[in-house]
């Protein structure tokens, strides 16, 4: 999961790969560091083989990434970062979370504008899940905003469960799944 979180490390595990002539390709399945993308970085990323990573983005919405997922990234650092891979020819998804208590529609919509304006048009969606001993679960307790007792078999990334004064996990779901259309099939 952080295979870049050192760049400097990574950077030499990759040139160790292309000295090695180890010759095969490879992947990111997971989400990386947006942070630690750069033009030496993504050079020795593909020269040892690397088709396709992932960007762990999370929100298209800057107010969301830093007060509500509190993510030390800026959306202008996941635009160089997908202008460099391009750059590179190295292919890239990115992942993001919707429906964090505190996030409101029109921030989810920003979300959806900055996959458009990026050209995400398959990108990997989960819905916030409050998953034990995390700080989500300790603020949809306190707020009401999942049942209890807290039923273990209906936490999954796509269940919508949480429930807030400004919007229903159904209502969610459904939001989710028309925009993935739009940008599957309308945008591209």
């Not at 990111?28 to 762990?56: F, H, Q, R, W």
């Not at 202008?76 to 505190?102: C, K, M, S, Y």
């Not at 306190?142 to 919007?167: A, M, Q, R």
């Amino acid at each position: 999961d952080n295979l870049v979180i050192n760049p400097k490390h990574s950077i030499a595990l990759f040139e160790r790969m292309i000295e090695e002539k180890l010759d095969f390709i490879w992947d990111t399945p997971n989400g990386i560091l947006v942070t630690a993308i750069s033009d030496e970085l993504t050079k020795a990323m593909k020269e040892s083989g690397c088709y396709a990573i992932n960007l762990s983005i999370e929100s298209g919405d800057e107010y969301v990434l830093k007060h509500l997922i509190k993510k030390p990234l800026h959306l202008d650092t996941a635009r160089q970062a997908i202008e460099i891979l391009n750059r590179h020819g190295i292919a890239w998804g990115a992942n993001f979370v919707l429906g964090t208590p505190g996030e409101t529609f029109e921030q989810m919509r920003n979300t959806f504008r900055f996959m458009r304006e990026q050209k995400i048009f398959s990108p990997f969606i989960s819905i916030s899940t409050p998953y034990p001993g995390t700080p989500t679960l300790e603020l949809c307790l306190d707020k009401g905003y999942i049942e209890k007792p807290l039923d273990l078999d209906k936490l999954f990334i796509t269940s919508g469960i949480i429930n807030t004064e400004d919007w229903d996990g159904q209502d969610m779901v459904k939001l989710v799944e028309w925009e993935k259309f739009k940008l599957s099939v309308l945008y591209r």
